[in-house]
């Protein structure tokens, strides 16, 4: 795989997925927060010069839901349905709790080809949840012809901006069973700035499923953390998961890679190595608030893993000199 980091400039939030069309698919929040654009290549590096599509936009300003700040699509494939699942606002001002006022929604698109026209994609709606409160950086997974989801939302009752939980779901865009939540901000590393345990994203591999997170401020402190699970476990039951009491991914600094996070996984070309996928900035002295700053980059690096089958991620990988 040629490594060119950063793979995408100014794309946060990014995830790939490798479909059986040979396709790598790509989707991340624009630094403009106004839409949802799909890109893909046969080859992970090709993504970086392939040309975007932009599938859905978002509605009117003041029109209610759906009109600012959308923000970290990812694209699924889901029982012969495209879906691309993101959260967004019906405004930029915060809520009684200081929070955005984000909520989950879900495109869906049934054509074999997604990238083909904005029309192929339909608006399925939002993902309601018991609590009608900030939530996004939804994901899904399937098991055991099980669906499930998973994604971060703030609990007014419990210390921090955000929590992650998992159900299962009894289609692409309802929610079948009572929540449960998987982990909630509490070490040093999660509670930097914000108390925040955000982004999810499943890996399985070695007979478990590996939930890895990102915690703290969008800034360089920045980090990621991991839960991980028993395949055969019940994955509905938080005391099936276990919480590492450390971060597994966090900023070079000596090396001015600040804030990796916001992860997702993916393959390489040829099928026999694992790739983590996160974004990342390259300077600490932010002007203004982080979430507005566009330069989230996306990064791309293989992992291993350690003598029991546990993911060992390393540190972020320094930037290729493009220019060359």
Not at 78 to 93: I, L, S
Request: glycine share 6%; proline share 6%; hydrophobic share 35%.
């Amino acid at each position: 795989m040629e490594n060119y980091n950063p793979l995408i400039i100014q794309r946060a939030d990014p995830y790939i997925y490798k479909h059986t069309d040979g396709y790598y698919y790509f989707s991340a929040s624009v630094p403009a927060y106004n839409l949802i654009e799909l890109r893909r290549s046969k080859t992970i590096s090709g993504l970086a010069h392939a040309m975007p599509r932009t599938i859905w936009r978002k509605h009117a300003t003041g029109t209610g839901e759906e009109s600012e700040l959308i923000w970290a699509p990812e694209i699924h494939f889901v029982n012969g349905k495209w879906y691309v699942y993101y959260a967004a606002a019906h405004t930029t001002e915060f809520d009684a709790n200081g929070m955005f006022q984000h909520r989950m929604y879900v495109i869906e698109c049934d054509a074999t080809d997604p990238m083909e026209t904005e029309d192929n994609w339909v608006e399925k709606g939002r993902v309601q949840t018991p609590l009608d409160t900030f939530a996004l950086d939804a994901t899904v997974f399937e098991h055991q012809e099980h669906l499930y989801y998973v994604w971060a939302q703030k609990d007014p009752e419990i210390f921090g901006n955000t929590n992650i939980y998992i159900a299962e779901m009894e289609n692409p865009w309802t929610l079948k069973t009572t929540p449960f939540m998987l982990t909630k901000p509490e070490y040093e590393w999660e509670t930097q700035i914000f108390a925040v345990n955000e982004g999810p994203a499943i890996l399985h591999r070695n007979g478990k499923f590996f939930l890895t997170f990102s915690g703290s401020a969008t800034d360089e402190n920045y980090c990621m953390g991991m839960l991980y699970a028993d395949e055969d476990s019940d994955l509905l039951d938080p005391a099936s998961w276990t919480k590492v009491d450390h971060p597994v991914f966090t900023s070079d600094v000596e090396h001015d890679l600040l804030g990796p996070g916001h992860n997702s996984f993916t393959v390489s070309e040829d099928g026999q190595k694992d790739l983590l996928v996160y974004h990342i900035r390259n300077y600490a002295d932010i002007k203004g608030d982080p979430l507005y700053d566009p330069n989230r980059h996306t990064m791309i690096q293989e992992f291993s893993y350690d003598t029991d089958g546990f993911p060992v991620f390393g540190s972020p990988v320094q930037f290729t000199d493009l220019s060359n």
